[in-house]
């Protein structure tokens, strides 16, 4: 039934749970995972400063690419099929960013890894997981740190 599992990663704990379990399924399920990091974009610098934005935006790429290769690394050992992709913002939502990625990559299903907030802190932060479940026309599997 799911054969193509993308899998947002972002360094967390959370997200490394997810990965786990992403493996275990795409094991199961003999599918292959699609890891995506999506960049957001840098805007709380005063640019007239000097900050070279550039140089900034190459080193949180080069950050992300070790992160995803180190990741799809971890998913190999395991026997499982992996693609990996940096994605950047570029003004949009990243829920909307993983959303459209798992519609264009022909996604059957969404791992991803969720603080599991509720009340106050909830509202005031937000989820991206939350905003990808509100958005996405496949299954979402939330997963928490601690939950095996």
Not at 98 to 120: M, N, P, Q, W, Y
Request: proline share 2%.
């Amino acid at each position: 039934m799911y054969q193509r599992i993308l899998v947002p990663i972002d360094g967390s704990l959370n997200s490394e749970c997810a990965v786990q379990e992403a493996i275990r399924f795409a094991q199961f399920h003999h599918a292959q995972l699609m890891l995506v990091h999506v960049l957001e974009d840098i805007h709380y610098f005063d640019m007239e400063n000097d900050i070279n934005y550039a140089e900034l935006m190459q080193s949180a790429k080069d950050s992300a690419w070790r992160m995803l290769d180190k990741t799809a690394a971890s998913v190999r050992q395991a026997g499982v099929e992996v693609t990996e992709k940096l994605l950047e913002a570029g003004g949009h939502r990243v829920a909307h960013v993983i959303v459209e990625e798992a519609a264009h990559g022909a996604a059957d299903l969404i791992i991803i890894g969720t603080h599991g907030r509720s009340g106050f802190s909830r509202l005031l932060l937000g989820s991206i997981a939350e905003g990808v479940l509100r958005v996405s026309p496949v299954p979402v599997l939330f997963i928490r740190a601690g939950n095996k």
